[in-house]
């Protein structure tokens, strides 16, 4: 049954599908289709093993090093610390599993968002049943208010308008007609069809039911989030890639050692001991905790920003995204048409405020005006817009929301402005009659009793207003000779802007006059101004988008709305800078030209375009691969169903939580509960902040580990005997990795973090600036260590307080390097010593612990210590401050060259 159903005659698809107009389907034939075709209801996709499920957790190399060094620590019969091994493993795990399963979660949204009941003929009698029973061929009743309830082809049309925003991305409600279009006509161009989860907002039609569930447009949706792959995010990835060198590494270090050990003929159990010791001391057991932790604490700051994450990575992820693609309705615009510009006959005005609140004013040359300064003129336009009009404004616990047509909506806040109540004014005029809009006609005419007798008022397209008035209304409020091509040219230049225009008149009536009709419709009527209205961009997403392009990121928007409304809210907000300097508005690439480009074209075309409008999600999910496919990290926003297969599929998608759809939200990685794309200029900052931090902590522990393996295998080469044991590498990775290196996590976002531009996806997580540090540090640690060791051995202390000393000597030089740590380029000085008072925490517990290592005799028998002498903590001292001014020195060369 897949026909282009907006290309055929309602006639030709009531013929396809073998179904009378009048009757509808008998029982007989809806029981053998519903056999056949099934019921209108999405189904999940196959669910996989749910143990299956568990144990792939465990495939990822940081968790393959974690059970080396479990395993390791276990032979060493440490259970403590093999249990706290594994049960990070298995936390890790739990988490990863519940994480998981995102498109079954969509689908089941997609289920809800129809769930309704639909009115049907059958047997050609009128009958209610829940939407799932509908069948193809099925004949529908639709009327206002209703959900529509599968995809259906319209038959039969009176005065119908359908808000389907949630799926196409257009914000004003689509009148819609039963007339054939052409097959190339885009699905939110196609105004003889209409589609399951979409709202009647007006009028009536007769209609036939074309697809149900997964064949749906909001099937279809389904099917591509379902096939959309959980992409690594940029994190996943480094750590990935990381955590594979350092396994070979270690892996082929070990090898090494056994091999020189076996040369030099040390008994095979003292070098396998000291093989382990390698291994163990080479592991960053606490990197993959840091990780968890660290973004985890990124998770709870930005729920305080009221950004909620859904996925512990895509924390990061903003951090390194290089595009931003944004829906246009409901993200950077607030989804709530408002009159923005009232042009009358010899006044102009603007308004204030945003969306359905009426809380703003009316401006004049950018003054606001007063209640004596209102002119006749601007008042009776405004009183048409409330008494011509069928919709209600509803305040619900200081939520404002339309009940009826978002642009009648609209008349009703504009008036509100200027201190007009829908009380007081149906009170002076009452409604006698009314001649509902009709699309054939595009005017809508409403009959009151007024003070000075019966006056219509009239509302609707600019020239079907126009042809029927002979005067306008000056500023004094008397008539006068009315300029049809003036007002003709302002309408014009208004929609030139992406303003949807609607012009207003009335007329008074003989006296007695009880009835509106089309033919009794006076002419020569008094021509009041134009409305101007939009969705207007929301204030504080035109900063963050400035602030995303400082932070060298690129905004694109990709909506479903008219090329030219995407256009203007584009050039509004400074999507494309370079368009803004030459006073133009952004070129806005439509679907039906997305249509004609290839797959070779589409990657360069998608970089060099700034605004892609009428795309429908098909076309959203394509842009966002073409431009991963140019190593672009994508950060797709949005709020409706047809933005989910794209969220999905980036690299993070960002949905709105307070007015997006549930679909969009189970299948983003991030919800902002605000729905303020301000939020994400906030989250890029945090998720910036997070990778240095996470970066900080890399670069400080992994002098550690080298340090200590770099320990181990001097003492097999020069053949001497181990200066530190395998338990000791153990207590300093573990305790230096909890009381130190975690501080980091509590790291405040440093100032530039959104001067820079994004990094570059291929950059590894050390740069080989940070590489060279981390080589010298090392050196520097074993060195100092080796060098303590044997100086004890000489002055004739005991091995366990040689061993002892090294032990120190490591830990110390790490709380030295702890503070260079802090900022990668800066001093710790210049960004505040005091700022992070975890860190000087964490020192104060490590120190004590040390000195509990050292001197209690219970630590010494556990972890065989032995005190040290008072002056070689002189010793201690000196390789801590040496380790400290070497990379002070290192960053301030490095300063100056840039």
């Known amino acids: 049954m897949n026909h282009p159903w907006h290309q055929l005659t309602a006639e030709e698809a009531l013929r396809l599908l073998k179904a009378d107009r009048q009757e509808g389907l008998s029982s007989g034939e809806v029981a053998a289709r519903q056999k056949e075709h099934g019921f209108n209801e999405m189904t999940a996709g196959k669910n996989r093993n749910p143990f299956l499920q568990f ?52 689908v089941e949204s997609l289920k809800k968002l129809v769930a309704t009941e639909a009115t049907v003929v059958r047997d050609g009698r009128k009958a209610r049943v829940p939407s799932r029973e509908l069948t193809l061929g099925d004949i529908v009743l639709l009327q206002s208010g209703d959900k529509v309830p599968a995809d259906v082809r319209l038959l039969e049309v009176k005065n119908l308008q359908v808000n389907e925003s949630a799926l196409t991305g257009e914000a004003a409600t689509v009148e819609k007609n039963s007339d054939p279009l052409a097959i190339e006509t885009v699905l939110a161009d196609r105004t003889c069809m209409a589609y399951g989860g979409s709202l009647v907002t007006y009028g009536q039609a007769r209609a036939i039911v074309v697809a149900i569930g997964d064949t749906t447009e909001n099937g279809r949706i389904a099917r591509m989030v379902q096939e959309a792959p959980d992409l690594d995010t940029v994190l996943t990835l480094k750590i990935k890639t990381f955590s594979h060198y350092l396994l070979y590494a270690i892996s082929a270090l070990a090898v090494v050692t056994f091999l020189v050990g076996m040369v030099r003929q040390i008994p095979p159990v003292e070098i396998f001991m000291t093989t382990v010791a ?72 603007e308004t204030t405020g945003g969306g359905y609140s009426p809380e703003g004013a009316i401006l004049r040359e950018g003054q606001v005006l007063s209640s004596t300064a209102t002119s006749p003129a601007l008042m009776e336009c405004l009183t048409a817009g409330m008494l011509c009009n069928d919709s209600a404004l509803t305040d619900t616990n ?33 409604r006698r009659d009314v001649i509902p809009f009709e699309s054939d006609r595009q005017y809508m005419a409403t009959l009151h009793e007024g003070p000075e007798g019966p006056v219509v008022y009239m509302k609707g397209a600019v020239e079907k207003i126009v042809e029927r008035c002979g005067e306008w209304m000056v500023s004094s409020g008397e008539a006068r000779p009315i300029d049809q091509n003036r ?40 021509f009041l101004g134009l409305q101007a209205l939009m969705d207007p961009p929301r204030p504080e997403a035109v900063q963050a988008v400035k ?7 690129r905004v694109k928007m990709i909506t479903g709305d008219h090329a030219l409304t995407a256009a203007a809210i584009a050039g509004q907000m400074g999507l494309d800078p370079e368009a803004a300097k030459d006073g133009r508005l952004p070129k806005a690439l439509t679907g039906q030209e997305l249509a004609g480009v290839s797959d070779e074209d589409l990657p360069e075309l998608a970089e060099s375009t700034v605004v892609f409008a009428r795309v429908d999600p098909a076309q959203k999910l394509r842009l966002v691969r073409a431009l991963q496919s140019r190593g672009q990290v994508v950060a797709m926003t949005g709020d409706g169903v047809n933005d989910a297969p794209a969220l999905k599929q980036a690299n993070i998608g960002v949905a709105m939580g307070l007015g997006g759809t549930d679909v969009a939200r189970e299948a983003a990685a991030m919800v902002l509960t605000d729905d303020n794309f301000a939020t994400i200029g ?30 181990v295998m001097l003492s097999i080469f020069l053949g001497l005997q181990l200066p530190i044991q395998p338990v000791q590498i153990l207590w300093i990775n573990m305790t230096t990795a909890v009381c130190l290196g975690l501080m980091l996590a509590f790291e405040p976002v440093e100032g530039d973090a959104m001067l820079r531009p994004p990094r570059d996806p291929d950059q590894p997580i050390l740069t080989r600036e940070l590489v060279k540090r981390l080589v010298v540090v090392s050196v520097l640690m074993s060195a100092c260590g080796f060098g303590a060791f044997l100086l004890a051995k000489k002055q004739g202390l005991s091995i366990e307080a040689a061993r002892t000393i090294v032990v ?67 010793w201690v001292l000196a390789a801590s401050v040496l380790v400290y001014f070497v990379v002070e020195a290192e960053k301030g060369i490095r300063r100056r060259l840039r």
């Open 55 to 106: 144990l792939s957790q465990f495939r990822q190399p940081l968790v393959y090093l974690l059970v080396v060094a479990g395993s390791v620590t276990a032979i060493l019969q440490h259970w403590v610390d093999a249990g706290v091994i594994f049960g990070v493993v298995l936390v890790n795990a739990v988490v990863g599993f519940l994480q998981e399963s995102k498109a079954e979660k969509s």
């Open 278 to 349: 390698l291994a163990v001391g080479m592991i960053p057991e606490g990197l993959p905790a840091a990780v968890t932790i660290i973004l985890a604490l990124g998770v709870n700051r930005l729920a305080r920003r009221r950004a909620i994450v859904r996925k512990l990575p895509a924390v990061e992820t903003l951090g390194s995204t290089t595009i931003i693609c944004s829906d246009k309705t409901g993200t950077l615009t607030q989804n709530q048409m408002t009159v923005q510009i009232l042009a009358l006959a010899q006044e102009r005005y």
């Open 398 to 430: 200081g939520r404002w929301s339309i009940q009826g047509d978002p642009t009648e909506g609209a008349l009703i806040v504009a008036a509100r402005k200027a201190g007009l109540r829908e009380e007081a004014l149906n009170q002076r005029y009452p």
């Open 487 to 526: 007002v003709r040219k302002n309408a014009e230049d208004l929609a030139k802007q992406g303003f949807r225009v609607l012009a207003f008149c009335r007329a008074a009536l003989p006296s007695g006059t009880a009835s509106l009709s089309h033919e009794t419709l006076p002419s020569g009527m008094l």
């Open 547 to 553: 602030a995303c392009q400082t932070a060298g990121i």
């Open 682 to 711: 906030a989250a890029v900052e945090e998720g910036r902040g997070i990778f240095d931090n996470l970066t900080k902590f890399i670069l400080w522990t992994l002098p550690t580990n080298l340090g200590e393996g770099l320990l």
């Open 808 to 874: 120190n000597v490591v830990v110390f030089v790490e709380v030295a390097y702890l503070f260079n740590c802090r900022s990668l380029d800066n001093s710790p000085f210049k960004i505040g010593f005091f700022k992070n008072t975890w860190v000087l925490a964490g020192v104060l517990i490590m120190t004590g612990l040390q000195v509990l290592l050292t001197y209690v005799p219970v630590m010494n028998n556990l972890f065989h210590t032995a005190p040290m002498p008072l002056r070689t903590w002189g």
